[in-house]
Structures are given as structure tokens and as C-alpha cells.
């Protein structure tokens, strides 16, 4: 997995002030776990919030690895949006900054908890609020691509202010060419993700004096939270 001083030799200080979100593609899951979390923590300042959006994997999971990754952001100011398959829809769980939606595909449920976590975040007098969504490749496997993108973006709309970024993963093997086409013209900036030789390695395509050639940034070690590896 990579490590946060490689990432920052690939993604220098500032390259990603005015790219505002970044799509990041990999083969899969495995492929691209951990390089959104470390390209957040390239823009983050201590007092910054993020809202993270999971369609399957474990709330726990993805705070906590943003809690890892993720310098300056601590757990009072990360709000969560839960879009697992749920058996009926609920608004909001009794835990502070935490919002359920009835399943990864009820798009409307899902902007709108996002919309109140961005809002809740910033009464708590957190001014900038970063946006980790877990996997849009669930989305296209039950829905249009279409409506996916007119999702995407409305998301990014609500993400979009200084000094806030957007981090989104997709697993090519499950989108065509087309479909990731379409998607990533949405987004300020790409990284590509790969594993080649033991080694994990990273491109960015769009995002100022960042390398665009493919450039090692760690081995490719199981992600562990403590002593749990993370799936």
C-alpha cells in the first residue's frame, strides 16, 4: 500500500489546491484502497472536516482509515453517509453526524444526506469539508450511467469550495471505456492506480505539476487498520 512520503513525491504541495475533486481508477478495489485517503491528506489543514459516502464498505472501515491517512482532520468533524442496502429508509441514526439512506442507488436519499452533513459540518464552524465517496462503480452496476453522472455532479457541485476537495474511486473492470469516459470529464483531475512488479504505482492525468508518468509509490502490502486487515 502506498505510503503518505511517496504519494507526496507524486503529488507535490499545492497541485491539488485548484483541482477541487479527482476521480481515481484502478483495476479494482484492492488496486486504488488507500490512494484516496493519502490525496486527501495533500490538501487537508488541522480544523478540516470530511463527509464520507459508503455504498458497501464498513462506516467503521472508512472513517477510521481517513482518521489514519488523513492529517488535521479529526473524529468530531468527519460525518458519515451510509448507502449500504438497508431494509427500510432512515433520515438520520441517533449518532451524531450520521445519516442512512435506504440503498446505494436511492441517488436523491443520498444527495440530500450529503447536502445535510456539508451543512451540519459547517454550523459546527467547520469551513472546509472535504467529500470520500467509497466506490462509484456499485452505482453503475445498478443503474444508468446517465443518471449516475447527473449524481456525480450534482455531488461535486455540493462539494465544490476553497480549498475542498472531492475524492472519487471507480474499479475499471467492472466500466466499459465509454462509461469512464463519461464519467471522468466530470472531475478536476484523474489518478490511475496500477500494480505492477510488487509495487504499487500512480499517474495523474489533469492535476498541475503532478507526474503524469507512472511512478512507484509503494508496495503493495495488505491495508491494515491495527491489526485488522481492511477489505
Known sequence: MSGKQEVAAAVPDGSLDSTGSVLVAGASADVVRGV???????????????????TGTSPRTLVERVLRDVDGVDRDRVAVVDA??????VRANPRPLHWRVRSP??????SRAVHECLSTLFERGVSTRHVLFDSLSRL?????????????????VLADAPGALAVFPMSTNTVDEAALSQLAHLFGGRVDVRHR????????????????EWTAIGPTTPDRIGDVRVR
Open 36 to 54: 484516496p485517503t493519502r490525496l486527501l491528506d495533500r490538501v487537508a489543514s488541522d480544523g478540516d472536516g470530511a463527509v464520507v459516502v459508503t
Open 140 to 156: 453503475l452496476l445498478g443503474g444508468d450511467v446517465g443518471a449516475v453522472a447527473r449524481f456525480t455532479h450534482q455531488l461535486l
Open 84 to 89: 449500504r442496502p438497508q431494509g427500510e429508509s
Open 105 to 110: 442507488m436511492d441517488l436523491t436519499g443520498t
Open 197 to 212: 512488479d510488487g509495487a504499487c504505482e500512480l499517474r495523474c492525468l489533469g492535476i498541475p505539476d503532478a507526474t503524469p
